[in-house]
């Protein structure tokens, strides 16, 4: 797992450790981690030009002593200082290395003289704001921070990329957006989440000591090696695998039923009971004739539904199923059970005006994207995509649920536990039919005995490792990075068992 957590505790163990340490040493910790990255990203660090980005707090100081020893390695080193004040002995610790410092900028206006050492250089390090920034950059940071970001040299930010808010990935205006963010003790969720994750580039940590003053994380993401579907053993026959019930599709929404079912017959499911009305109950059989089908007369009752379709060990419901009295009712009578529950799509808008049916002991799953869950909170869309991990949290808490909210960066939460925050996914993703993928796959995982938080957490990891897999091609002659295709729901089922092999 990778771990981070949030800035009131990073300072709590930076203190600890600081009260053990001589003044200054962690400073010349994290700085000389940083200056290890830089020199790794320049063809040289002799003769290279390095720019500073200096802000006034101590994320400016480890640029500048970072700089100071590139300086003695032979680099042209220059600093922008901005903003009313700058680290003192980190000034020193440059210019006796013989670095350069520009004037102060202070203000909207960025000098031509700094604007050009800014677009010229090999190197930028941004360390205008870390763990301290607060609220959107001013000025002059904006400005500095866009020049940096269009610039041809190789962009590396000082622990934090400056205007992400390092707790949360929030971004108020602009950030830089660096190639390479070196961080400082642990991660940070910012560096994680969207949409601060995206200004990151590769995220390299480089450890100063902070381990045992560390608490509990607030965030982590997972390895590889963390992720554990349910093996089958010898003796496991389809019941013991586990069933999944699927309530999804209606006569006007089929595709929903087909993709939801196929995420669950390539997610180990031991059987699939599918159910609804006729159109869809066909297409599935033909589709995925390794499932069990049941028709739902129309008007026949959630709770007789659910005595027809017969045992299950975790339901399914929503994909296309509508939104109206009869998919009420199957939600009802799935939720009223002592089943896992995983609630999706049409089934979260029924949510939004039942809330009262998630008090229930049994496991509940709700995977909604920033609308759905928007409309659940009684919040905008883009507030919710603005500040994911703050209401992913909130809903966990509110509706007593793990809650996974689909997005760039997926988060799973669960209340009083770290929230997982999903690394496999892909841009590939944003494609109709996905969301009916993940919800049978992670069913499934339900099914097979995983906890909510396992299920959704891991079924999103295979999820987008699969979408990764499904539109990789052959590595294109003389770039050595694959070529990529785009891909259809279809594509990421057909590509699930290979997620898996990679896991194993
Ligand atoms: N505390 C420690 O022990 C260590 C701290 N380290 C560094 O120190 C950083 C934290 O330093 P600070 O607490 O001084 O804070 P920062 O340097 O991250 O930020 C504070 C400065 O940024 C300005 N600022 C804040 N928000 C702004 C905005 N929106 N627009 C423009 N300016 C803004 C403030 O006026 C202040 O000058 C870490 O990120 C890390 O880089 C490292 O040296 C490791 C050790
Ligand atoms: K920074």
Redesign the pocket.
């Known amino acids: 797992m990778r771990y981070a957590h949030e800035v009131g505790k990073?300072?709590a163990a930076?203190?600890a450790?600081?009260a053990r340490l001589p003044e200054g040493a962690?400073?010349q910790?994290?700085?000389a981690g940083l200056a290890a990255v830089c020199a790794r990203m320049l063809p040289r660090v002799y003769g290279a030009d390095v720019v500073l980005l200096v802000?006034?707090?101590?994320?400016?100081?480890?640029a500048l002593y970072a700089g100071a020893r590139l300086a003695r390695r032979g680099a042209r080193v220059t600093a922008v200082p901005?903003?009313?004040?700058t680290h003192r002995g980190g000034l020193a610790a440059l210019r006796a290395a013989g670095g350069r410092v520009l004037d102060r900028v202070d203000g909207e206006a960025v000098s031509p003289s700094a604007a050009a050492v800014i677009e010229t250089a090999d190197l930028i390090i941004d360390?205008?704001?870390?763990?301290?920034?607060?609220?959107?950059?001013?000025e002059p940071?904006?400005t500095l921070a866009v020049l940096a970001s269009q610039a041809t040299g190789v962009v590396v930010a000082?622990?934090?990329p400056?205007?992400v808010d390092?707790s949360s990935g929030r971004v108020d205006g602009v950030a830089v957006h660096a190639d390479v963010t070196v961080t400082?003790?642990t991660y940070k969720p910012g560096l994680l989440i969207d949409p601060g994750a995206a200004c990151c580039g590769v995220v390299e940590l480089v450890d100063?000591g902070l381990g045992p003053d560390l608490p509990d994380p607030d965030v982590v993401a997972a390895w590889p090696v963390d992720v554990q579907p349910p093996e089958p053993r010898p003796e496991s026959d389809k019941y013991r695998r586990g069933v999944v019930g699927i309530l999804a599709g209606g006569e006007d929404f089929t595709g929903a039923a087909v993709l939801c079912t196929g995420g669950a017959v390539h997610g180990g499911a031991g059987m699939v009971r599918f159910a609804s009305v006729e159109h869809p109950v066909e297409l599935v059989r033909h589709r995925w004739p390794e499932a069990v089908t049941t028709v739902l007369p129309p008007g026949s009752g959630g709770v007789k539904a659910l005595e027809r379709i017969g045992r299950v060990q975790a339901w399914v419901v929503g994909p296309g199923l509508g939104t109206g009295a009869e998919a009420e009712s199957l939600l009802e009578a799935t939720l009223n059970t002592d089943l896992p529950v995983l609630v999706d799509a049409d089934g979260l808008t029924v949510l939004a005006r039942r809330r009262d049916l998630l008090r229930r002991e049994a496991p509940t799953v709700l995977t909604p994207h920033a609308g759905e869950l928007g409309r659940i909170l009684g919040v905008e869309r883009e507030l919710v995509e603005a500040r994911r991990l703050e209401h992913v949290r909130r809903a966990a808490s509110e509706l007593s649920a793990t809650v996974l909210l689909k997005g760039s960066t997926t988060l799973v939460a669960e209340e009083d536990r770290p929230v997982r925050v999903n690394p496999t996914g892909t841009p590939r993703l944003a494609t109709a039919g996905t969301g009916d993928v993940l919800s049978g796959l992670i069913g499934a995982l339900l099914a097979g005995g995983m906890s909510g938080l396992d299920a959704a957490a891991s079924g999103a990891y295979l999820h987008g490792l699969a979408a990764r897999i499904a539109s990789r091609g052959p590595v294109r002659a003389g770039t050595g990075h694959p070529s990529e295709a785009p891909i259809s729901a279809y594509d990421v089922i057909g590509a699930l068992p290979e997620a898996f092999r990679a896991l194993s």
């Open positions: 990073v300072r930076e203190g450790l600081m962690l400073m910790r994290a700085a802000g006034g707090g101590d994320n400016g100081g480890d901005a903003g009313s004040r360390g205008l704001t870390g763990i301290g920034g607060t609220g959107g950059l001013r940071h904006a000082c622990d934090v400056s205007g390092a400082f003790g100063i």
